[in-house]
């Protein structure tokens, strides 16, 4: 089965639209790439209570419970989420102690091609390597950004270049 994340987010909306406290729960295990296999939630392959995921959530154990039971029944979810992984956290928090660079674009319109290859090419250009790339994905995230993770210190002269990257609005050097 192939689906796009726009479909995606129909069949789970759909699944869910009597339920928001569950479809809160689809959205905690999708935001942190957290599957459901077999009943119940791993982050790879480290289990995850459902206490755990209810808190975050803001809801009880048993509607975590009943959220978990529905994707294990339906045969599109299902695969969906068993396929689910965690792609790791980010450097963010820890670059500078690290002596790392973070550059964070927030665009415009998040669907607008060409912002990482446009920034990513920016910095190869002045020698810079990048280190992660993570970009928030605009149907998860209200204001999705891409933060590049450098393997030292990004020069500030470069803000007015990566402003001029079509779609760009907004850019934050750490």
Known sequence: MH???HEMWGIVSKRFQAHPERLAVVKILVENGL???EGRIYCNEIEIPDS?????AGVDRRTVAATI????????????????RSAGHSLKNIARQLGLGVLEITPFDARTPGILAGAASLLAN??????????????LAPEPK??????GPIPAELIPEFL????VAKVSIY
Do not use: C, H, M, W
């Open 3 to 5: 689906i796009n994340i």
């Open 126 to 139: 002045k020698g810079v390597s990048v280190r992660q790339a993570i970009v928030d994905d605009p149907e």
């Open 35 to 37: 599957s459901v296999r």
């Open 146 to 151: 891409l933060t590049l993770i450098t393997e």
């Open 52 to 56: 755990k995921i209810a808190k975050v």
């Open 69 to 84: 039971a529905s994707i294990g029944s339906d045969p599109e979810l299902r695969p969906l989420f068993e396929g689910l």
């Open 164 to 167: 001029r990257i079509r779609g």
